[in-house]
């Protein structure tokens, strides 16, 4: 059994930074990729930041510049520095690891940006 458990998030002001934290513990098997999710209210989940297993990052238009996705293998954690942020990217956020035939969440964590 897989856990993803996340840390981080909460109430900032237009052009403050958070860094999301997401640490898998359990019997981690050989992952295909990482990322970051957002779920917005009324909205669909969608896919933010991805990181694959070779360290190749790919990010959502409206994030690029101001997102960083990375990772800390010897701490199987997943991170999301989030700089410069706006009131758009208020949302909760999702950590994603995939496996051949699995794919595991985290809890969520919410992001909420003041103007």
């Known amino acids: 059994q897989v856990q993803l458990v996340q840390s981080g998030g909460g109430l900032v002001q237009a052009g403050e930074s958070l860094r999301l934290s997401c640490e898998a513990s359990g019997d981690i098997p050989d992952l295909i990729g990482q990322g970051w999710y957002r779920q917005a209210p009324g909205k669909q989940r969608d896919v933010v930041a991805a990181?694959?297993?070779?360290?190749?990052?790919n990010y959502v238009d409206s994030v690029k510049g101001r997102f960083t996705i990375s990772r800390d293998n010897a701490k199987n954690t997943l991170y999301l520095q989030m700089n410069n942020l706006k009131p758009e990217d208020t949302a909760v956020y999702y950590c994603?690891?995939?496996?051949?035939?699995?794919?595991?969440w985290g809890q969520g964590t919410q992001v909420t940006v003041s103007s």
């Open positions: 994603n690891a995939v496996a051949p035939g699995y794919s595991y």
């Open positions: 990181i694959t297993t070779g360290g190749m990052t």
